[in-house]
């Protein structure tokens, strides 16, 4: 299942190609001359190493040797050159981004190149970052990336640490460390804190603004690129620790396990591994995938085959014919559309090979030829194939790169930019991206039983919301559309308004309190008892003005049912003045001047209505009850203002008093007495002692049960 071996890296030297007649061009001769005088160990004749070349800015290959970055043409020839002063790390891979090129130098630092500025004054190349590691430490950069959505450089530094710098200005943004501690629980780095930090150079996915990372313990964090927030961190450890990243930009994340030789496809959204496939023995750790604009991760194998695997996990086969003579040991280029890839097969003369455990082993010698071909995964369709030497040879010797040594890699970048054997329609890194991420599925979660409660709490939460929100559109509504607020001059002064007219009532309400209290200990006042009535009907006006047209409400037209009354009754010979307690009890008291005596008499009688049918009057201890009682037929006697006492009771009235003597009642009371007919009366009369019997005041106190709602 599993294999490894690891293959001498096979360069083709161009020196073989020095009997085609060529004359190199001045900017070249310059520089090799300049090149050799910082380099006398190297040969006469041997060509220059060259870093991975990149295809950047307006389709050019730019590559690094020694302390200049160097560009070629689609064709191979010499575009410019830029002195950097540095010697940079052929390892660690190029990084563009627009028209900028960032690259790491040997000493730890990172060089900002602008081609531009090649032809101005500006300097061409500036030190962007600069890291000095601490005495006995090894703290050398591992790798860099970009993020143009965020203009945004992610830098990982070796036992320090991810840090993400603007592009603009070139500030420190957040840095983040492998060691996560989350509620006394710790996440990343479980086994070994002091020997654990971040591996791998990050990775960058474009369609979900998402980082990835790994650590030596083969753990795999997901963080957003924002913020250092992690949003998962996947253990793979039990795999293997050694794990190299490709993005898939569609919602699926790839990981390549090169020493077990396994492919995973991840969720991006939950870090869970969705399929896992098993492929041929790879050449190196450091073999990188090459994902295509369908979503298809190819990567070759010593066995000669290329394996490709669909966002899905299906897997397949190619380049069967030549397989069993043949090494794949390079990685995959993509060409120009995003769609298909270059893929280069070593013809050996000779191939063996053998599984022992876990492990295959795969040994070749005296490799003959190259076999170049380029296809689409998704359709399997080849597109074109060529030999090297052959035509390819005739192209290369026609070229700058004729003077550095390359590697199948470097000539499979180079076929990529020179388009060969591609008819399809190129397109920009921008363009691709976005084609990339149109292919991501959406995400649809599927709750287990268990959450039926939360989904019914969300329900109800959200219907909760919605009535609450009718509820104010309503009133919102109904409010605005009052009249006050169109006719005055808006909202603030309604406000105001209604709030005087709020202070009103309550003084209003201090002051009818007094007076009831003032009336109940002096009831013959009738300066007392004509300046209640009055304080109450101020207060049922500034009521009304409240429930109507300064409500909060809708504009309503009088007072709430039942609370209306009749200030004051005069009918020549007596006045009354009725008020409400606060449990809807209703108070008329009658003044009556006497028929049969020259001097004013002053007689009250107190009506007393309650719905609850509970007798709450206070007594005096100047007075003296006698009670009495009679059936509601006899209380009943229709709407009038007058009602003939009973006879019991008139037999114990004086003589002198008992013509005069008259009941009053509210009118408003009395017609709900006579439309009930179910009312208990009681009548209690009074006598006030140590008076004269031409000067007796008798105080009725009727108690009725109110027919109010």
Request: proline share 4%.
């Amino acid at each position: 299942m599993a294999m490894w071996l690891l293959l001498p890296r096979l360069c083709l030297v161009l020196s073989s190609l020095t009997g085609v007649a060529r004359s190199a061009s001045p900017v070249v001769l310059q520089w090799l001359n300049a090149s050799a005088a910082e380099n006398p160990q190297i040969p006469p004749g041997v060509g220059r190493a060259l870093s991975a070349l990149i295809i950047g800015h307006g389709g050019r290959l730019v590559a690094c040797s020694g302390k200049n970055l160097l560009a070629f043409h689609r064709n191979g020839s010499f575009a410019w050159i830029v002195p950097l002063g540095y010697n940079c790390r052929q390892d660690i891979s190029l990084v563009t981004e627009r028209d900028k090129i960032y690259l790491v130098t040997e000493d730890n630092k990172v060089i900002k190149i602008s081609p531009q500025s090649l032809q101005t004054s500006t300097p061409s190349s500036e030190v962007f970052f600069s890291h000095n590691p601490a005495p006995g430490r090894s703290e050398q950069i591992i790798g860099l990336s970009t993020s143009s959505s965020y203009s945004s450089l992610f830098i990982t530094i070796a036992n320090r640490g991810l840090f993400s710098f603007s592009l603009r200005d070139g500030q420190l943004q957040w840095s983040a460390g492998p060691v996560i501690d989350r509620f006394g629980y710790r996440l990343g780095c479980k086994g070994n804190i002091s020997g654990c930090y971040f591996s791998s150079a990050p990775v960058v996915d474009q369609c979900e603004g998402t980082l990835y990372i790994s650590n030596t313990e083969g753990q795999l964090y997901s963080m957003f690129i924002h913020s250092r927030q992690y949003r998962w961190i996947q253990d793979l450890s039990s795999i293997d620790k050694v794990i190299t990243i490709a993005p898939g930009n569609n919602g699926r994340l790839y990981i390549l396990l090169p020493r077990k030789s396994v492919v995973l496809g991840l969720d991006v959204l939950t870090g869970n591994i969705s399929w896992q496939q098993s492929i041929g023995p790879l050449s190196n750790e450091k073999i990188l995938p090459a994902v295509d604009s369908n979503g298809w991760i190819s990567t070759g194998s010593l066995d000669g085959f290329l394996y490709s695997v669909s966002p899905d996990g299906e897997i397949r086969k190619f380049l069967q014919k030549t397989a069993p003579n043949s090494v794949i040991h390079a990685s995959p280029v993509l060409d120009c559309s995003g769609f298909s890839v270059y893929i280069s097969q070593t013809i050996m003369e000779a191939k063996s090979s053998q599984t022992i455990g876990d492990y295959t082993y795969v040994s070749a010698m005296k490799p003959s030829s190259i076999l170049f071909t380029l296809l689409a995964p998704a359709t399997g369709t080849v597109y074109w194939t060529e030999k090297y030497p052959g035509q390819l040879s005739n192209l290369l010797s026609s070229s700058d790169l004729e003077y550095f040594r390359l590697d199948e890699t470097i000539l499979l970048t180079t076929l990529s930019a020179a388009r060969i054997g591609s008819a399809v329609q190129c397109y920009t890194k921008r363009q691709k991206i976005a084609w990339t991420c149109r292919k991501a599925k959406p995400k649809f979660v599927h709750g287990d039983p268990g959450d039926h409660n939360h989904v019914l709490l969300l329900f109800f939460f959200q219907l909760f919301v919605i009535v609450i929100q009718a509820v104010v559109v309503r009133f919102c509504c109904i409010f605005w559309r009052k009249k006050k607020l169109q006719k005055n001059n808006g909202l603030q002064k309604f406000l105001e308004k209604r709030r005087s007219l709020h202070s009103k009532r309550r003084v209003l309400g201090k002051i009818i309190s007094e007076l009831e209290q003032k009336a109940a200990q002096d009831a013959s006042s009738n300066e007392t008892l004509e300046h209640l009535g009055e304080m109450v009907k101020a207060k049922e006006c500034v009521e009304r003005k409240l429930y109507t047209s300064y409500s909060l409400g809708r504009d309503v037209l009088g007072l709430r049912r039942g609370s209306s009354s009749i200030l004051p009754l005069y009918n020549g010979k007596h006045k009354s003045h009725s008020f409400h307690g606060a449990q809807r009890e209703s108070i008329t008291i009658f003044n009556m001047l006497s028929d049969s005596s020259s001097l004013e008499e002053d007689r009250t009688s107190s009506s007393y209505s309650s719905s609850s049918g509970s007798n709450n009057g206070s007594s005096s201890g100047d007075m003296e009850f006698d009670t009495g009682s009679r059936s509601a037929g006899e209380a009943g006697a229709g709407p009038s203002n007058t009602a003939d006492v009973t006879e019991g009771d008139q037999d114990k009235l004086p003589a002198d008093v008992e013509s005069s003597y008259q009941v009053f009642m509210n009118p408003l009371y009395a017609q709900g007495e006579s439309s009930s007919r179910s009312l208990s009366e009681r009548e209690e009369f009074l006598m006030p002692q140590g008076s004269a019997p031409t000067k007796r005041m008798w105080l009725k106190r009727r108690r009725t049960l109110s027919s109010m709602n």
